[in-house]
């Protein structure tokens, strides 16, 4: 069946410098990629998405690219803040309908941030 | 607007209990998902609604799980003769099947604790 799989946490970074997650997926056809975020206390928000490969989702100074020939969609920023202190859970679509059937969700990635 | 919200937020039952879970989807989205999220798990889909009739059932983990959706609004998620391992945080989603985005809302989950 389909499966996410992201990089174990905790990740622990200074304010300011690069941030990689990564993801990686097992599906048939052509899913949809996802990542979203959940901020202490809060409920899960989608972040961004891809719907095709070679798609490029970004918001909020994050990106993540769709790249089907190593089935990966790795979460990068730039910059990171101490307010990106979150977990970020990766998913996938398997339709392709951008998200109208259930998810699968990786197990999530917790990433602090130290000022 | 008001986003998803779900009753009661936190729930503790001892094995062998019904607990029933609500889910007030965001108006106007004809989709709802039900997730479970164990103690260091990712998401596990469970059942997606369309109206309120249940396409997707395949998440069920087993008989004693099963749920309900009035028209395209309330769901409930009702867990029989609970047991231990059915401990979790319960997350229900909604979407609105647009043309090209199916966007999950998510809310903020029942963390059900079976003693």
């Known amino acids: 069946g389909d499966s996410v799989t992201q990089m174990e946490g905790p990740v622990t970074l200074s304010e300011e410098a690069f941030l990689t997650i990564n993801c990686t997926y097992t599906?048939?056809?052509?899913?949809?990629l996802f990542w979203y975020v959940q901020y202490p206390g809060e409920g899960l928000q989608l972040l961004l998405k891809?719907?095709?490969?070679?798609d490029k989702g970004s918001n909020k100074g994050f990106e993540a690219t769709y790249r089907k020939e190593t089935t990966s969609f790795h979460l990068e920023k730039g910059s990171v803040q101490v307010s990106d202190s979150a977990v970020y859970f990766c998913a996938l679509s398997p339709l392709g309908g951008g998200g109208a059937d259930g998810l699968t969700f990786g197990k999530g990635t917790h990433l602090i941030i130290q000022p | 607007g008001a986003g998803v919200s779900q009753s009661p937020s936190n729930k503790v039952t001892e094995k062998g209990k019904d607990v029933e879970l609500r889910c007030d989807p965001i108006s106007g989205h004809t989709a709802l998902y039900w997730y479970r999220q164990r103690l260091g798990q990712g998401l596990e889909f469970l059942i997606y609604?369309?109206?309120?009739?249940?396409?997707?059932k395949s998440g069920l983990p087993s008989d004693r799980f099963s749920a309900e959706r009035t028209g395209e609004s309330v769901s409930t998620l009702t867990i029989q003769r609970t047991q231990q391992e059915d401990s979790a945080v319960y997350l229900c989603a909604s979407s609105f099947r647009g043309w090209d985005t199916y966007e999950q809302y998510f809310g903020p989950g029942t963390r059900l604790t079976v003693t």
């Open positions: 599906a048939t056809g052509y899913p949809s």
């Open positions: 891809a719907t095709k490969a070679d």
């Open positions: 609604f369309q109206g309120n009739s249940a396409p997707d």
